[in-house]
């Protein structure tokens, strides 16, 4: 019986113009289309430049700027008040100010200012641009400080950071692992639940009802499909990160998969709650909404927990999708093994039993 | 054993309160709606039972508690002797059920819906054909087809068939006729024969007085009550009054000038006509009869008055019981 339900609910599912195409497209646009454009790396910054010196150090320094990839030099002024309605016309994000007297100053007395001006309108823009700035300049004044005293001062000390497990620092090895739960999130928690609800808003989940089926077999013919597809869309992803950005995970496939499955039955749970209180797919789709963006903010997926606010951090225990998100990161990135994620195993088990329990419980409570 | 469970349906002081705003079939709004407001009846095995009455009385709340869908807040049902709070799984396997509403998979084709509910009751079609042998057959050419693509007549015919293919010991069937063609609707009622005479029983509720007399017997429903529960013609000669139909140049007002005259017990608009009832002649000269009344009404000044005598149908009776 329950074989003929999964055949049905499979014929429905691929008989759907969009649901099918939507699961195939949606890994692919997760894993290649989002991370690049949910990037916080800031890349093309429009630098005016003033340069009152015009020496061959400034030269020097204006193409040390250029060079990095960062900054894109888009006006050379006379003066800082040319290069500031650059600014006003959104033409330039930052002004470089370089002095008349830079080469002679240095050459003098070693030391000398140079002003950046950011457009802080895009807080992140101007913040990361003027910090990018002032790095290579600091690069700059420790190559030509070396020139001028390695002999003199030996013992100078230079940090070198280095970045354990994304040496990189690529924002991408960061966002996919967690943007492949999003994607899980949503085919095992809202496909199943709305289509619950949709039996209900078309009247079939009666003619089921009067019939002799149990509520077991007829919740698990709407779960497992959802299941099955779910890990389906998890091993795209998967295929999919490997092809494009050449991420595989560092620690086991099967802890990942063993995770994805707690996460997807505690999800898919959270989806019978909503089903149950849902009389219509718009009910439903806006209750969604709600908790998953709320879920989503409180995972951590787009900024750190030790971010937020501290009852933010409180609040985020509530998010299955911080547990999952955080176990995927870890053993994608750092090869971190079932032992050494025991918290984020019994919180998703809570989920699960938790959800689960609520699903059955206010189920009896109707009718 | 007993005594209620050799009836088809028991129904004792079943009552139903929709809170406000319950979305449930037709709650309206403000306030407990009483759906269903105490009501007994009981159903014999195999017998055509028609459950009559306007929109929103509670003919489907009641069909839903008694196919198990609705909890009732009081009073009890037995459908075939099972209780239909306790021993619901018992009644899920015997009874078919086909909603006011198409309720089956659109995107799935004829035979695949046939099938699903085949497999859900531990069937298969070809077990049952010969119940839906006559239903489905006008269906078969488009089996492959997807329910959804189906005109109302046809998707009527593959809901009975779905309703049917267990073999069901009582058949539910809310407003079955409501919405389609008069052609389908005279077939509907020849299949419900046949059913009968298979020894199913029938429950059917409809909108439409003129089904009543294709019913054993029927209950006028109002207002989640029972006005009356008999047989048609039983109703029928309950009615104890004597009806004329009237027809004049100037209905509307003729409907006032009616009210106005001697001997006339109640009016009201039945069709192209004016149905009014008074006492039965009793041999005495006050007794209105169709040549006083006719009379009366062109000295009221009403032109192309005709008064004729009739035999009261099952609607006089319903409108008769709604005018108390």
């Known amino acids: ?367 | 054993m007993e005594e209620s469970n050799s009836k088809a349906i028991s129904v004792k002081a079943l009552a139903k309160n929709f809170g406000k705003v319950m979305g449930g079939g037709d709650g309206s709004g403000s306030g407990a709606v009483a759906a269903v407001a105490g009501i007994s009846f009981e159903v014999e095995r195999g017998e055509i039972f028609g459950v009559i009455g306007p929109d929103g009385a509670g003919k489907t709340t009641l069909f839903r508690i008694l196919t198990t869908l609705l909890l009732p807040d009081s009073g009890e049902a037995k459908v075939m002797g099972y209780d239909t709070v306790k021993d619901y799984r018992e009644i899920r396997k015997i009874v078919g059920y086909m909603p006011g509403k198409f309720s089956l998979y659109q995107d799935l084709t004829v035979e695949e819906n046939l099938k699903i509910f085949a497999t859900l009751f531990n069937t298969t079609i070809e077990e049952n054909y010969h119940l839906i042998k006559d239903i489905y057959g006008h269906l078969e050419p488009f089996k492959k087809r997807r329910a959804g693509a189906l005109s109302g007549g046809m998707k009527q015919k593959l809901a009975l068939s779905c309703a049917l293919i267990h073999k069901p010991e009582v058949l539910f069937l809310d407003e079955p006729t409501t919405g389609i063609d008069p052609v389908s609707r005279k077939e509907l009622w020849e299949m419900l024969g046949r059913l009968k005479k298979q020894g199913i029983t029938i429950v059917v509720s409809t909108p439409y007085m003129d089904e009543a007399s294709l019913c054993d017997r029927i209950a006028l429903m109002q207002e989640g009550k029972f006005l009356m529960c008999d047989r048609p013609q039983a109703i029928i000669d309950s009615f104890g009054k004597n009806l004329f139909s009237v027809k004049g140049d100037n209905m509307g007002a003729l409907l006032d000038g009616l009210r106005e005259a001697k001997g006339v017990l109640s009016c009201f608009a039945f069709g192209d006509s004016h149905h009014i009832t008074a006492e039965k002649d009793n041999g005495t000269s006050s007794a209105v009869t169709a040549a006083s009344l006719k009379a009366e009404l062109e000295r009221a000044g009403f032109e192309g008055v005709e008064v004729t005598k009739t035999e009261p149908s099952v609607e006089d009776c319903f409108m008769e019981l709604l005018s108390k």
């Open chain 1, 1 to 367: 019986m329950l074989k003929y339900l999964l055949e049905k609910e499979f014929k429905q599912f691929f008989r759907n113009k969009a649901l099918p195409k939507m699961a195939v497209i949606m890994p692919f646009m997760a894993i290649l289309i989002f991370p690049l454009v949910a990037n916080f790396e800031i890349k093309n910054i429009n630098l005016a430049i003033v340069d009152h010196d015009k020496s061959s150090t400034s030269r020097q320094l204006i193409e040390k700027v250029a060079a990095g990839g960062y900054f894109t030099i888009s006006d050379v002024a006379e003066s800082y008040a040319e290069a500031m309605n650059g600014i006003e016309v959104n033409r330039s994000d930052i002004i470089l100010e370089i002095p008349a007297r830079l080469e002679n100053d240095l050459q003098r007395e070693g030391k000398t200012t140079v002003q950046i001006s950011a457009n802080a309108v895009s807080a992140i823009k101007g913040g990361l641009g003027s910090t990018y700035l002032a790095g290579i300049i600091g690069e700059y004044n420790i190559e030509i400080n070396g020139k001028i005293t390695t002999v003199m001062n030996p013992h100078s000390i230079t940090i070198t950071p280095r970045f354990w497990y994304n040496p990189r620092l690529l924002y991408t090895y960061f966002m996919v692992p967690a943007l492949m739960v999003m994607v899980l999130a949503m085919v095992c928690g809202f496909l199943p639940a709305l289509n619950i609800v949709g039996e209900k808003e078309s009247g079939t989940i009666e003619q089921i009802n009067v019939t002799p089926i149990s509520k077991l077999n007829f919740i698990l013919s709407k779960l497992l499909p959802y299941w099955i597809i779910g890990f389906v869309v998890l091993t795209i992803s998967f295929l999919a990160a490997w092809v494009a950005y050449g991420l595989t995970p560092v620690g086991s496939i099967g802890t990942i998969y063993l995770f994805a499955a707690l996460f997807v039955l505690a999800f898919s749970g959270f989806g019978l709650v909503i089903s149950n209180y849902a009389s219509t797919l718009q009910q439903a789709m806006f209750m969604m909404f709600f908790f998953v963006l709320t879920f989503i903010f409180m995972s951590g997926l787009y900024t750190p927990v030790a971010n937020m606010p501290q009852w933010a951090q409180n609040l985020s225990i509530i998010s299955p999708l911080k547990y999952i998100i955080v176990v995927l990161r870890q053993v994608y990135l750092k090869g971190s093994t079932f032992t050494e994620l025991h918290t984020p195993f019994w919180m998703l088990t809570s989920f699960a039993i938790f959800f689960n329990g609520w699903a059955v419980l206010s189920y009896r409570k109707k009718s």
